[in-house]
Nanobody
Framework: QVQLQESGPGLVSPSQTLSLTCTVS??????????WSWIRQPPGKGLEWMGA???????YYSPSLKSRTSIYRDTSKNQFTLQLSSVTPEDTAVYYC?????WGQGTQVTVSS
């Protein structure tokens, strides 16, 4: 079974760049037709899809976050990474990675000075 695990800092200062990595086990991120997403949930709000990277390496971003978001992958490590620049306290959320119908456990990120 495919398993996903998010990793990264739990606290980020305003205006800095948030970087989170999702490590995938039990399956390859280059699996045909697989899409690997980042999704977040701010406190008291619903899930927000942020973007995805496809098995081919193509990337897709939420229009509302596109200017600040980058997703890339390391196929040798079977990982994909989210970078979100110029963060504000509104970016405080639990961040999840998702792919092939499976979710990571989520990681809390707080933006605060």
């Amino acid at each position: 079974q495919v398993q996903l695990q998010e990793s990264g800092p739990g606290l980020v200062s305003p205006s800095q760049t948030l970087s989170l990595t999702c490590t995938v086990s039990g399956g390859s991120i280059t699996t045909n037709s697989a899409y690997w997403s980042w999704i977040r949930q701010p406190p008291g709000k619903g899930l927000e899809w942020m973007g995805a990277i496809a098995y081919s390496g193509s990337t897709y971003y939420s229009p509302s976050l596109k200017s600040r978001t980058s997703i890339y992958r390391d196929t040798s490590k079977n990982q994909f990474t989210l970078q979100l620049s110029s963060v504000t306290p509104e970016d405080t959320a639990v961040y999840y990675c998702n792919g092939l119908g499976n979710w990571g456990q989520g990681t809390q990120v707080t933006v605060s000075s």
